[in-house]
């Protein structure tokens, strides 16, 4: 009965020791993933950027398009001698 005892006893003992390491990181765990929330990676700021910088082109596409319907056979009016509209180059 003994041997049997001692048998079982590393099997019982495993799951002990695994949920003692599961309580004793939870709070590390925690911690990392509230600092993941909070802060924003390189590749997350990338991708705001270049959604950024797409919709300043498509504003200055729609001023530019505008502005050439605006001035196509008008050359004369003093708002027609070049496009001094948005540009997305000015957006950072």
């Not at 309580?23 to 590390?28: E, W």
């Not at 496009?83 to 180059?89: E, I, L, Q, R, W």
């Amino acid at each position: 009965m003994r041997r049997l005892a001692l048998l079982l006893l590393p099997l019982a003992a495993g799951g002990c020791v695994r949920t003692v390491a599961s309580v004793v990181t939870a709070p590390v765990r925690a911690t990392a993933q509230v600092v993941d929330w909070t802060t924003t990676s390189r590749s997350e700021a990338d991708r705001n950027y270049g959604r950024k910088m797409r919709k300043a082109e498509e504003r200055e596409g729609k001023e530019r398009r505008a502005w050439a319907k605006r001035c196509d056979g008008h050359p004369e009016r003093e708002d027609c001698d070049g496009y001094h509209g948005f540009t997305a180059d000015s957006v950072r």
